[in-house]
């Protein structure tokens, strides 16, 4: 069972990442997915979903309009395009999926699989 994230790295603000996170060892066609990232010092905080069937999604208000969350069932991929990028952006990024119990979660602790971390620096 097994999540792998990637994709993190340095960029200028205004810019844009694409973090991907595949799947292994699970019927990733059952869990949500989540994103989640955590700044030095700060606690984890949720910044984007798609649920099961990968047609609904949802993101926390800090990234609305600037990020978009995509899975990509075949391939067992989620995906996070972080556009318009800005230094508070700047955290460790995790993706973690919940097995459906609780609609459209959002807590780190209604998440049972975590990826490791990739990291995303923003520059200004």
């Known amino acids: 069972v097994q999540l792998q994230a990637s994709g993190g790295g340095s960029v200028q603000a205004g810019g844009s990442l694409r973090l991907s996170c595949v799947a292994s060892?699970?019927?990733?066609?059952?869990?949500?997915i989540g994103w989640f990232r955590q700044a030095p010092g700060k606690e984890r905080e949720f910044v984007a979903g798609?649920?099961?069937?990968?047609?609904?999604?949802y993101y926390d208000d800090s990234v609305k309009g600037r990020f978009t969350v995509s899975k990509d069932r075949a391939s067992n991929t989620v995906t996070l395009q972080m556009d318009s990028l800005r230094p508070e952006d700047t955290a460790v990024y995790y993706c973690?999926?919940?097995?459906?119990?609780?609609?459209?979660?959002?807590?780190?602790?209604?998440?049972?699989?975590w990826g490791q971390g990739t990291l995303v620096t923003v520059s200004s």
């Open positions: 798609v649920n099961r069937a990968g047609g609904y999604s």
């Open positions: 973690a999926a919940a097995d459906g119990r609780y609609n459209y979660p959002r807590l780190p602790v209604r998440f049972d699989i």
């Open positions: 060892g699970f019927n990733f066609e059952q869990y949500i």
